[in-house]
């Protein structure tokens, strides 16, 4: 308890800050550094882009200005070594405090065992914070553009609106959530100002890997950026409000606002749902109040998209929102004829005056003043309605986490539990991990327990209560999930709409992990772990060497870091006692290698039993080369480098004037074809309709032609690169063919299967993003490791396989097939009987080389780990 000396203490401490936070205001007023002044130009202004390096030095100059309302944290590199920036800005008071305010509302957001007249003093107290990021997608362009400018509005404006929101409000902008795609894409554009290609779109990925995939690495975090954001929205910071600013096409509405359109997800509080709604209200209200036309709100974008960071979001009880403001071409502004605006999209079907969708902008140029202005607008409304509501605000942050968990707590299976036993034990708790980044609680048995229904679990299993905050999170991630099919998912004809993404997220079976759902309360002495370290590894060696079991995805990442350093390694082909076909085999005298191995990743290297020499073969290191385009990059590219790379794979990209080259054998071994069309992947023109993804439904769509790009970035290998892959594999290459890049297989490199799913309506089979069971061949040497029965995610447009009649049958094997019935886990399946025990993944040989073609996404977003292995094994053996 505090004594009266030092609450007097701090009273005159409070009325100091007032007295200072005054003047400063008035200081900020003079002193501050208008954006125009330091940066040359308006910001938004036609032809203009502040570059991401000015941007930080604006806001580190500023900071110095703002008269304590303002603090520029660097969270830390991203990627390629960029500072990565949270900005907060509230009132001086609220900033000299900003710690406390952190914590309690951490306390209101996770009550636990605070009492309820407590939490009614920190509501009463608290003030709301709210982050709000920009740009993530770098060609975006628009909030980071648009985000000094809020910040400086934000400082120095002195009226009672402002001065509101500065007290109630704690702010904490992400002015750019991809500062390399920032650079990559301000650069491009400058270099094509005057030419015919300006305003272009950019040619490749606009960040290391992965691209617009940035939003889809909430599940797993893999990147940087993703690892901050997490830190900020998840656990560190957990605000009450997230926005993220997106942009859409050029030719709808001018700017997209809260709520989402149908369908929603399962498991959100309707407070949440509800108190999304009315920041879009508010948002969609101003922007006619300041005269700009065109906004809509409730519409394009379901509330059951991808599982990124503006929609992951609102299952952690944050009203996680998004605006998306029509494109201009980057910074060049767009002239938009009348009749070319259209509708189309989830609620609004002709692009016509309606409720949600008052006064349509009539056409004429678009600048990005015009993106920055409806942005701005829309960020502003976010804040000031916290702010004039706060109190309401945190209160309804307390109910929603009271009531996610009382909810939990009713529910039939009230806690799931993650086994030791489980068939990789390593990637399991690589799963625990992920969820702690989440900021889901997590405890650990520390002895042995039985659950009501009699199965026996060791300690060390993992439990996560339901009766906890984040429910709806996890009920996402860890149940089997069926996406709806209803009148809001097929339109009028009865065909599926297309899900904005995956119609499942279920990560756990993404990953190949058993989570138990338990029925009853459990009855476990068990501790709250904040952090799930890998367990090392033994080593111990037997008379033929050291043993490492193929069942783990890890022992991959082992083998190619000790054939890094030369150690010889073979694969167990032959049934032998005491090991699995697919073990691996490392030789003896590499012990102190094989200690730190074991102790970073965690798997065994067990005394190898005696092994006949026939029994084993030897493992070669493999020259791995990796095709990679222009024409906008392929994100698929992205994630498989990326994951090639963490797994010592060190693949080498493989562009079209290298591949039309030829001779190819001379510098790879294997090369992989990321998921992509046979007209991109050749530069054919498509055929009627497109690629295979199919469906309708909301997306970002920006239109794309190659010519649109300058001839330096169009891609396409044509029939020489096609001649070229044809005699590596003759000269015995392998190719592999990851999802839809399997009809290129079949239609160009003579493979003789036939894809039974092509060209099926959707009516009569459609399976958007699903986890569907499959039986693995696990003698096949592609199978190794595996266990026969297995999940796989199926995207719509991937090929399923039928092989056709030859002269050598007896070349080709199917390594996976779709199971016989009922082989939908999660996700939305229409006609299963098309695949049902039909190939999901086979292998041709074809002169002394072969191709592998792997129909599903064995590695999908570098999530899949469940199927890792038959990618692995595809390059591995
Ligand atoms: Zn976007």
Known sequence: MRSIRSACLALALIALLATSAFTSTLLAQSTVTTPEKFFGFQLGADRKMARWDKIVEYYNLIEKQSGGKMKVINMGPTMNGNPFLMVIITSPKNLANIDTIRKNNLTIVHPGRTPEAEIKKLVATGKVIEVQSMSMHATEIGGTQMAPELAYDLITRTDEETQRILDNTVLVEVPCFNPDGEIMVTDYYNSTLGTPYEGSNYPSLYAKYIGHDDNRDALLTSMNESQYMAKLLFTDWRPEVYVDHHHQGSYGARISLPPYAEPIRPYGDPIMWREIAWYGSQMAYKETENGYTGAINNAIYSGWGHFGFHWITPFHNIDGMLTESASAKLATPLYVLPEQLQGGARNLPKYEAETIFPDPWPGGWWHLRDIVNMQKTAAWAALDLAARNHETVLWNAYQKAKNQTARGASADTPNYVIPTLQYDPITANFLVQKLLVQGIDIKQATKPFTAANGQSYDAGSYIISLAQPKMGLIRNLLDRNFFPDNDWTRDKEGNPIRPYDLSTDDVAEFMGVRVDHVVGPLNVEAKLITEAPVTPGKVAAGSSGYLLSGKLDASYKAVNLLQAKGVAISRVVKPVDGANLGDFVVAKGSEADLTTIAKTIGVDFSPAPAIPADSTAALKSKRVGLYQHYYGGNVDEGWTRWLLEQWGYNPTSLLDPELKKGDLNAKFDVIVIPDDSTSTLTGEPAAAGGGRRGGGGGGEGFGRTPTDYAPEYRSGFGEEGVKALREFVQKGGTIVTLGTASDFAIDKLGVHARNIVGELPTKQFWCPGSTLKVDVD?????????????????????????????????????????????????????????????????????????????????????QTYGTFKLFFNSITN
Do not use: C
């Not at 190794?784 to 399923?800: F, N, T």
């Not at 082989?823 to 190939?839: C, D, F, H």
């Open 778 to 862: 696990p003698s096949n040497p592609l199978g190794y490791g595996m266990p026969k029965e297995s999940l796989a995610l199926y995207l719509q447009g991937d090929p399923v396989f039928q092989i056709t009649p030859s002269n050598n049958n007896e070349r080709y094997s199917v390594v996976v097939n779709y199971g016989n019935r009922d082989i939908l886990q999660s996700g939305w399946l229409v006609g299963e009987g098309n695949i049902t025990g039909k190939a999901a993944m086979i292998s041709a040989e074809m002169g002394k080389g072969k191709v592998i073609l792997i129909g599903f996404r064995a590695q999908h977003r570098a």
